[in-house]
């Protein structure tokens, strides 16, 4: 543990300069017979990178590295964008798909949970512009699922916001289709590709600031899992404090809620849910610390109640 905490102090150092995300948890209650019972802080996310607004961003994740895994080394994103005319510019090579408010798990943020529906990155070309406040994105993305067989997708989607009285509204769309390889009955391949019915994703958001006091965050999401007799929706809102309050020493802390539906065993959308509470503590413009309390509507391989859970969170930015 301590070899791992000098690992990550000298890289923090190293990489000051370009180093944008840094970040630790360690778990204070955890459920019974969880692998990190016993506590001890982990290395949850460590990253650098270099970007411009609206000109290239190389995004990396060096978490693997630093734990000792392979690859060592995750592209985040890395993309090119160039100005065409006064009402759009192209993006082309890594890039987050535009679809849903979060569009980045940052833990710097508030309400960091892997639960959330997040969209990827993945190689695109993307088509960005803003005429009258109206702002559009969209993108053609084509890829190797790289699975037993080969798998090819094709995700063509776009995303529009507006804000209006106060609102950021947002709405997206995201066609997927996909192509697999046919097999025969010994597993060989046919040289043949079927090509089945793409899916519709689509998404609605909008996030709210009442009287300069409470931001609301709000998300619907259907993503289509292609089984008729289940629902695909589900939903986060997240309220917290703007102003925050002054604790000594430990400076600004902005408290939140966090209300998170997945889907059940079954496959049902809004079937299971997560209820988060945390406070987001700034002690300087460049580091934070995080408590968050996870409430899991969800059971156990056993059918029993999943324990709460309480993490404590500490990192900086650049």
């Known amino acids: 543990m301590k070899k791992i905490l000098v690992i990550l102090l000298g890289l923090c150092l190293a990489t000051s300069m370009f180093a944008h995300e840094v970040f630790m948890s360690a778990p204070i209650i955890v459920p019974d017979g969880q692998a990190d019972e016993d506590g ?36 985040n994103r890395a ?16 890039d987050q798909y535009a679809f849903g408010r979060l569009a980045s798990g940052k833990p710097s943020k508030n309400l960091q949970y892997a639960g959330l529906t997040v969209a990827g990155a993945e190689m695109m070309v993307k088509l960005l512009g803003d005429v009258s406040g109206l702002g559009w994105a969209f993108y053609y993305a084509n890829y190797d699922a790289k699975v037993v067989w080969d798998v090819y997708a094709a995700d063509m989607g776009g995303r529009f916001t507006y804000t209006v009285a106060g609102a950021n509204l947002g709405a997206a769309f995201m066609m997927d289709n996909t192509s697999a390889e046919i097999v025969d009955s010994l597993g060989n391949s046919t040289g043949e590709w079927d090509d089945p019915e ?12 009442i009287a300069e006091k409470i931001n609301l965050a709000f998300q619907l999401t ?26 000594p ?19 049902e959308g809004m079937g299971e849910n997560n209820m988060i509470i945390g406070l987001n503590i700034k002690p300087k413009d460049s580091a934070f610390m995080k408590i968050e309390y996870n409430m899991d509507s969800a ?20």
């Open 249 to 267: 020493i430990c400076g600004k802390a902005i408290p939140y809620f966090g209300y998170i539906t997945k889907d059940d065993v079954d496959a």
């Open 222 to 247: 259907n993503d289509d899992d292609e089984v008729e007799d289940t629902g695909d929706m589900n939903l986060y809102a997240l309220l917290h404090y703007v102003p925050g309050f002054e604790i």
């Open 299 to 318: 059971k156990d391989a056993l059918g029993e109640d999943i324990d709460a859970t309480l993490d404590l969170q500490v990192g900086f930015t650049f």
């Open 198 to 209: 793409g899916v519709m994703n689509w998404e609605f958001d909008f996030d709210y600031t």
């Open 79 to 94: 993309w090119k964008q160039i100005k065409v005319c006064d009402y759009f510019d192209i993006r082309f090579g890594k």
């Open 40 to 75: 001890g802080w982990a290395a949850d996310y460590i990253g650098f990178g270099w970007s411009a607004a609206n000109d290239y961003c190389a995004d990396f994740n060096i978490t693997p590295a630093v734990l000792g895994l392979t690859p060592a080394i995750g592209i």
